[in-house]
């Protein structure tokens, strides 16, 4: 399930972004935060598995039609295509009939999931 990030979760979402490389020193990752929070163009949320824990993040940005995913991070033991897919799956529901799109690093995930889609 996923749930719409809101300060309460600031440390919980700190910590799944800090995964990426460029999220790993304290400001860079304290300025994506503040964009998510303030900017209304970004959203993120943050991933409940089945047993109701936080269990990683994903986070968009909206577009023309379109959102970006710019970031989609999960816990170590949950990183496999299953998940991936019930995460996307999940936006999917979320974003309605705009386009799931992908970053540099995100689009393998995306291209991944879409092929699952398309299977009978």
């Given at each position: 399930m996923l749930v719409k990030y809101k300060r309460?979760?600031?440390k919980i979402a700190?910590?799944?972004l800090s995964f990426e490389p460029d999220?790993?020193?304290l400001s860079n990752l304290q300025s994506e935060l503040k964009l998510f929070a303030e900017d209304a163009g970004h959203q993120l949320y943050l991933y409940k598995d089945a047993?109701?824990?936080?269990?990683?993040?994903v986070g968009i940005e909206d577009g023309d039609g379109y959102v970006l995913v710019r970031h989609l991070q999960l816990a170590p033991a949950l990183r496999n295509q299953?998940?991936?897919?019930?995460?996307?799956?999940?936006?999917?529901?979320?974003?309605?009939a705009r386009?799931?799109?992908?970053?540099?690093?995100?689009t393998p995930l995306i291209m991944r999931w879409e092929?699952?889609?398309r299977e009978p």
């Open positions: 309460d979760y600031q700190m910590g799944f999220l790993k020193v047993d109701n824990d936080f269990s990683g993040v299953e998940t991936i897919n019930t995460v996307l799956d999940e936006l999917a529901s979320i974003v309605g386009r799931i799109m992908g970053s540099l690093e995100t092929e699952h889609r």
